[in-house]
């Protein structure tokens, strides 16, 4: 054994903090790449509250994380936009916090489409030109589905979303079809859940959806793409039941969204399209059951009224009594003073005619029979007369009671086709307006991105300019230099130029590409 042992290696070197470490990475980087110009495709923006702007730069093998602060976001002449290839102006620094790099920008040149983007369009003109997204094969939403599948990740915050939705608007059955809705196996998962929705029978034991829910939560385009292959945008096209596509946010775009019968901007708006707010509903019942009521009510009304002035113009049964009443009072009171005039006249005759007893007896007795008669004959006539009347009376009530009763059940059949075809022409005219739209601004707002992107005048404000001939653009010196005037186009206006020795030949001398590029 020695008697000095050899220190390892470095075992003397300073010790360093952290924050002495990250500020020494810090100031290199700096000082090496003080200023850079990047070109890459732009991916996974993000733009939170703060103002700020966090965006990727990749190309096929490498990613460099960017970000616009708040100030500069305002300023800058391209917003950055997920899948455009572009030329990044700024300075490359660390994030200590995360122990990363990242790029500071101030300047954004558009250089051209990526290539995600360039094949996603491609991918959609072809299928367009097939026809996959005319609206003419766009089917209207069921107003009130029983069974609602839906088709996303059980494990994620979309499905909890969807579910609380529904069960505030309208509580209704529904169906998950599990998937993966990010990387390889998401296409063929997602195209065997609508396929396999499509195929269940509609008595089976598994009962078939009314409607199909796509969903997932935003991403970048590389995270979305999967709802971009041909197979699942086919399967969305082929679709017997209706289907509402909700992949993304509101800014995200898939192809799926043009072949879906209706797009929702996120999940939780996929579930307020899919079914009505019951409490709406109900109010809307009770809303037309009250003015259902009334309208019966009012009916009933004018009926009874009706009813009322026609028993005005029949006659009363005491009118035909009162004259016969009438009579007998006037008879009555006579009969007393002819009775009593009768009985002295026959009592004079008889006291001047001896009569017999049983003669006088007789008489009486025949005089009372004929009375008796007479006061029976009397009291049948008059009950016979009084039920004639009675039973004529009942008739006419009861043909009135049918006649009302045939008034009311009328009004109410032709109150309720009415009813159910004013909720037709709503429901229709709530189908039309929703479905054309929605793909009318998002076509608006495609064209006006691509203006904004493709336009000459952004290459303008980059520095470069126009020049215009009186026959044409001019793209040669000999060109400008034999014409007697022409004027420049930059982006903020045009200034005419009459170069000298204009009516012969060019007094301008063509410098070469060395001499050029010295004066920049």
């Known amino acids: 054994m020695e008697l000095f042992e050899d220190p390892q290696p470095g075992s003397n070197a300073p010790e360093f903090t952290v924050s002495e470490i990250s500020g020494a990475v810090k100031r290199v980087l700096e000082g090496e790449f003080g200023r850079v110009r990047v070109r890459g495709e732009i991916g996974r923006v993000s733009r939170p509250s703060s103002g700020h702007i966090y965006f990727d730069l990749k190309d096929d093998r490498s990613v460099i994380a960017a970000v616009t602060w708040k100030g500069q976001a305002a300023r800058l002449s391209t917003r950055p936009e997920e899948g455009i290839e572009v030329i990044a102006t700024g300075r490359l620094t660390t994030f200590p916090g995360q122990s990363k790099y990242q790029l500071i920008v101030d300047e954004i040149e558009p250089a051209g489409a990526g290539a995600l983007m360039m094949m996603l369009e491609k991918r959609r003109k ?15 939403l069921p107003y009130l589905p029983r069974v609602i599948g839906v088709v996303t990740s059980p494990s994620g915050a979309v499905i909890r979303d969807i579910l609380h939705r529904l ?31 499509n195929a269940l029978a509609k008595d089976g034991p598994i009962p078939r959806p009314d ?34 596509s909700a992949v993304g946010h509101e800014t995200d775009t898939t192809l799926i969204d043009f072949a879906s019968d209706r797009r929702a901007p996120t999940p939780t708006a996929a579930a307020e ?3 009505p707010v019951r409490s709406d509903l109900a109010a809307r019942l009770a809303e037309a059951a009250a003015r259902m009521i009334r309208a019966v009510q009012q009916r009933d009304l004018r009926q009874r009224q009706r009813l009322t002035d026609l028993a005005r113009a029949l006659g009363r049964p005491q009118a035909l009594t009162d004259p016969a009443r009438q009579r007998f009072d006037l008879i009555a009171d006579r009969l007393a003073p002819a009775l009593r005039t009768f ?23 025949h005089r009372r029979d004929r009375l008796s008669d007479q006061g029976q004959r009397l009291q049948s006539g008059t009950g ?15 043909r009135l009671e049918r006649a009302k009763a045939r008034s009311l059940n009328d009004g109410a059949r032709q109150i309720a086709r009415q009813k159910q075809e004013l909720a037709g022409l709503s429901r229709r005219l709530q189908a039309v307006a929703t479905r054309l739209v929605p793909p009318h601004r998002d076509r608006l707002d495609r064209l006006d991105r691509l203006r904004q992107t493709l336009g000459y005048t952004e290459t303008l ?7 215009h001939g009186p026959n044409g653009l001019l793209t040669s010196a ?34 070469s590409a060395t001499d050029q590029k010295s004066l920049f």
């Open 478 to 511: 000999v060109q400008a230099a034999e014409t007697p005037r022409f004027e420049i186009e930059f982006s903020d206006g045009r200034v005419p130029v009459r170069p000298e020795g204009a009516s012969g030949k060019p007094t301008r001398t063509t410098k």
């Open 167 to 197: 069960r505030d608007r309208f509580p209704t059955h529904v169906l998950i079809w599990p998937v993966a809705v990010q990387g390889e196996g998401c296409a063929p998962q997602v195209t065997a859940a609508i396929q396999g929705f």
């Open 461 to 467: 404000r980059r520095g470069y300019a126009v020049v």
């Open 126 to 140: 072809q299928l367009a030109s097939e026809g996959l997204f005319d609206e003419s094969r766009k089917r209207p």
């Open 273 to 275: 399209m899919a079914v």
């Open 343 to 365: 009985v002295r006249s026959r009592r004079e005759r008889l006291n001047a005619q001896p009569l017999s007893l049983s003669v006088l007896r007789a008489s009486l007795s």
């Open 211 to 244: 409607l199909i829910i796509v969903a997932r939560g935003g991403g970048s385009l590389e995270d979305l793409w999967g709802f971009n292959e041909e197979s699942v945008v086919r399967a969305v096209a082929a679709s017997d039941i209706p289907l509402i």
């Open 384 to 398: 016979r007369n009084s039920i004639r009347r009675r039973e004529r009376l009942t008739d006419i009530a009861a």
